[in-house]
């Protein structure tokens, strides 16, 4: 009888299989998010993003928020979707000027996480110029969803569509690490 792998060397087959798996275990890391919801200009500058990108990003969601938020004729209409208190008057809706229609409050606004990488404003002017990139304003309606409004396509309303905010994790323990609460049963 023949031994087969008797050299010092392992077989191709083996190599492979660890390297695939390697590839496979490393994309199992989280990914970062490619949208990031801020709650202010603030909390944008806090997570070291430039202050004048934050500002901008800010006000440019602002701006999206008065053109394309969800409209009611009534703040009662508005506030059984959105909450009570969480709606706003934002102008004259009809042609005359007259009557004001209610709009939700922005809770948010969502940015690109590239953004994070610019380190200066004219580096973020070019990115949005390249990239046609544009913040969104995000809105929570009365159970807690959350939507954002994108600009409307020409000769259309604008849609509201729901957002699923993503959540980062601050600290893992993977696998096997021990419950914090711990208990025993029985006596």
């Given at each position: ?115 994070s990488n610019l380190t200066n404003y004219a580096a ?64």
């Amino acid at each position: 009888m023949k031994r087969r792998f008797t050299g010092r060397r392992p077989p191709f087959l083996v190599l492979g299989t660890i390297a695939a798996s390697g590839l496979v275990l490393s994309a199992c890391g989280e990914e970062p998010p490619a949208e990031i919801v801020y709650n202010s200009a603030a909390q944008c500058i806090e997570a070291g993003v430039d202050t004048e990108i934050c500002n901008a990003e800010y006000q440019q969601a602002l701006q999206q928020h008065v053109q394309n938020a969800p409209k009611f004729n009534a703040v009662a209409v508005c506030e059984a979707e959105y909450g009570e208190g969480r709606c706003m008057e934002a102008g004259t809706q009809s042609a005359s000027g007259t009557g004001g229609f209610f709009v939700p409050f922005m809770t948010g606004y969502l940015v690109s996480s590239a953004i994070s990488n610019l380190t200066n404003y004219a580096a973020y002017r070019n990115y949005r110029r390249d990239t046609g990139y544009n913040s969104a304003p995000i809105y929570t309606s009365r159970g807690g969803q959350t939507f954002r409004s994108d600009p409307p396509a020409i000769g259309q309303a604008p849609q509201q569509r729901p957002y699923n905010v993503n959540t980062r994790t601050v600290s893992r323990q993977g696998f096997g690490g021990l419950s914090s609460n711990r208990s025993s049963f029985g006596g």
